[in-house]
Structures are given as structure tokens and as C-alpha cells.
């Protein structure tokens, strides 16, 4: 799968790139990304990728001519883009399902916006706008790579172990149940009681390891975000354990503290 990122800071693209599942993954060529500098699209001596805003007010504006510059570079290398998404605070809420639909998508670019965001007619050659919270960042640099990373480990041999995927918390609507490793016992000093693994991980039943699992998993969907369990797809024991979990233990689950 291919990225073309526009931006005018590309070492902030390029450094977390380079460590890692996505460094292997293109250093093995499972991954193309290629990091385009906004100001080699600029006309002028000072290669100025931004302005003023017409009306007047702070900050600056990125300029249009430069954006659409480096997407048509992106255009006559690779063809046209099918997705181009917008980073910005104003898009919609970028989503686990988002990074699912993406990464079945052959070729992807992402816009990095920076000071007040772009001119407006930007938006007409982006194919969809995404954030990725309720919250302003002074760059689509990071949101960039958010995207990036969240689509890229859904790609066939980008994360050594599919399994893990598939069990990772949002995958199925469910969060990730409970892990632990070595030591099975931690003792922190004083007089405090030793930390302890629970006792059916360490008992090599694999059946009732992988039920525990599932039930830890729904009770903590239940305890922290029971809004997913309304989409879930669950299988029949997962469903089973929501019920019973719902009836008659609900004072229970309800004191799971989400620190817990
Ligand atoms: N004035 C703009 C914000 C500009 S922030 C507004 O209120 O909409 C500068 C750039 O950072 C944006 O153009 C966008 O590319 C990026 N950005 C900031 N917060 C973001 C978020 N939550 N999600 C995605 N991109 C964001």
C-alpha cells in the first residue's frame, strides 16, 4: 500500500517512520510511504506556502496553488488519487472502522495542515476529512501519522502476528481483555501483598484461558464503554456472558473502576 503525505515539516513525518513495525514494514516494502514537501511546489523565490487570510484576523493561511501542485505531482506519478483525505479538527471522527475501509485501499494522501489551516478550496480536491479528536493541534502532521499507523497495521505482513489484530481492542467492538508477564508474583517492597498474575493463566488450560479472556474482555467493554457492546459483533459465548454479566451482577461490574 502506498502514502503520499503532503507537508511542509516532512522530518516530523519521517523520524517516527523510521523505528518500529512501519520501519520494517518499509524497509521490507509492505509499505510505501513518500513524504512530500509542500514548499517544491511553490512558484515563488521563497518557495511561501502561506498568507494572510482575505477578511484579516491572526495566523496565517496555507495557499491553494502549492496543495494542488503537489496532488497533481502525486496525480501524474501514480495516477489519480481515489482518497485524499484533509486532516483537520473540523472532519469526522476517525475511527478503527475508517482504518479498516482504508486499508483495502491501494494508494492513499494525506494533506498535514498548518497555522489556521487551509484555504477553502483546498477542500474541493479532498475526497474526505478526517480528525482525529476533539482537540486543535498546531499541525495535520501527527493526525497524519495516526491515520497512517492505524491503516498500516491492518495490511497483510505490516504486524508479524494477524491474531494479535484481530484480538486488539475495537477490532470486533470489544476491548482487549487483561495482560500480563513475567514475574507471576511482584513484590513492591513494605509490607504490601504481592501483585499476582490470576491463577487460570498460569493453569495451561487453554479453554478456560480463552473464556476467561472473553469475559474479562466484555466486562470491560461493559465497565468503560458500554456504547460499543450496542454494535458488537459478539459470538454466542461472548453473548451469553453479556447477559449474565447485565442480570443480577450489574452492582458488581458497575464498581470496575476504569483504572481497574
Ligand atoms: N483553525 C483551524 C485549526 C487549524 S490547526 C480550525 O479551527 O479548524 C492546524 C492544522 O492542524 C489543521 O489544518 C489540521 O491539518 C491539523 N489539525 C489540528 N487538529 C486536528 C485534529 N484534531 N484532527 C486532524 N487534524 C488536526
Redesign the pocket.
Known amino acids: 500500500m502506498t502514502f503520499d503525505i503532503v507537508t511542509i515539516f516532512p522530518r516530523v513525518i519521517e523520524q517516527p517512520l523510521a523505528a518500529g513495525v512501519l520501519g520494517r514494514a518499509i524497509e521490507r516494502g509492505v509499505l510505501d510511504v513518500r513524504i512530500r514537501d509542500l514548499r517544491h511546489f511553490t512558484a515563488d523565490r521563497h518557495h511561501v506556502v502561506d498568507d494572510v487570510p482575505y477578511g484579516g484576523g491572526p495566523g496565517m493561511v496555507l495557499k491553494a496553488e502549492p496543495m494542488f501542485g503537489a496532488i497533481e505531482a502525486i496525480e501524474a506519478e501514480r495516477g489519480r488519487p481515489l482518497t485524499v483525505i484533509?486532516?483537520?479538527?473540523?472532519?469526522r471522527r476517525f475511527s478503527q472502522a475508517d482504518a479498516r475501509r482504508l486499508a483495502a485501499h491501494e494508494h492513499v494522501v494525506l494533506l498535514?495542515?498548518?497555522?489556521?489551516?487551509?484555504d477553502e478550496r483546498i477542500r474541493e480536491r479532498a475526497t474526505e476529512e478526517?480528525?482525529?479528536?476533539?482537540?486543535?493541534?498546531?499541525?495535520?502532521e501527527l493526525?497524519a501519522l495516526v491515520v497512517l499507523e492505524a491503516v498500516a497495521r491492518l495490511i497483510p505482513g505490516v504486524v508479524g502476528d494477524e491474531q494479535s489484530v484481530a484480538d486488539d481492542s475495537f477490532s470486533r467492538g470489544l476491548l482487549d481483555f487483561p495482560q500480563y508477564t513475567r514475574p507471576a508474583e511482584l513484590k513492591m517492597g513494605g509490607d504490601d501483598p504481592a501483585m499476582k498474575v490470576p491463577d487460570v493463566l498460569l493453569s495451561g488450560h487453554h479453554a478456560e484461558i480463552r473464556l476467561w479472556r472473553k469475559r474479562e474482555a466484555v466486562k470491560r467493554t461493559l465497565a468503560r464503554r458500554p456504547d460499543l457492546l450496542e454494535t458488537a459483533s459478539l459470538d454466542d459465548e461472548e453473548r451469553a456472558i453479556l447477559r449474565e454479566l447485565q442480570s443480577g451482577r450489574v452492582a458488581e461490574w458497575r464498581n470496575v473502576k476504569a483504572g481497574g
Request: with cysteine.
Open positions: 484533509l486532516t483537520s479538527p473540523q472532519g498535514c495542515g498548518r497555522y489556521e489551516g487551509f478526517l480528525s482525529i479528536g476533539d482537540y486543535v493541534l498546531t499541525g495535520g493526525p
